[in-house]
């Protein structure tokens, strides 16, 4: 199993980024997958995830209205559109999923025992 995200980097306040997650190793289409944060001394939160049943999503409060998900079954990945970024917002990105294709996109983002986690990609947002 292997997760591999992209697209973290540096931007002003106010700008925009896109991250991209893909997977390989398992039958990437029967999960749900999705996006958390740790920003330094802060525990890791998820940020939103995407279900594999009906692709109902998950946003936290801190992110609704500025960040959207979407899922590519055909290319095994999800991404991020992460807008009007906020330097709260930095922090070191990860995609995960983990293997209940009944899992709602909800549950997936309120855990973090039994993940399978990508390696993480730094997003820094300067005020």
């Known amino acids: 199993v292997q997760l591999q995200a992209s697209g973290g980097g540096l931007v002003q306040s106010g700008g925009s980024l896109r991250l991209s997650c893909t997977g390989s190793?398992?039958?990437?289409?029967?999960?749900?997958v999705g996006w958390f944060r740790q920003a330094p001394g802060k525990k890791r939160e998820g940020v939103s995830c995407?279900?594999?049943?009906?692709?109902?999503?998950y946003f936290a409060d801190s992110v609704k209205d500025r960040f959207t998900i979407s899922r590519d079954n055909a290319k095994n990945a999800v991404y991020l559109q992460m807008n009007s970024l906020k330097p709260e917002d930095t922090a070191v990105y990860y995609c995960?999923?983990?293997?209940?294709?009944?899992?709602?996109?909800?549950?997936?983002?309120?855990?973090?025992?039994?993940?399978?986690w990508g390696q993480g990609t730094q997003v820094t947002v300067s005020s």
């Open positions: 190793g398992f039958n990437w289409n029967n999960y749900p």
């Open positions: 995407i279900s594999s049943i009906d692709g109902s999503t």
């Open positions: 995960a999923t983990f293997f209940s294709s009944t899992l709602t996109a909800g549950r997936l983002c309120a855990r973090e025992n039994g993940n399978y």
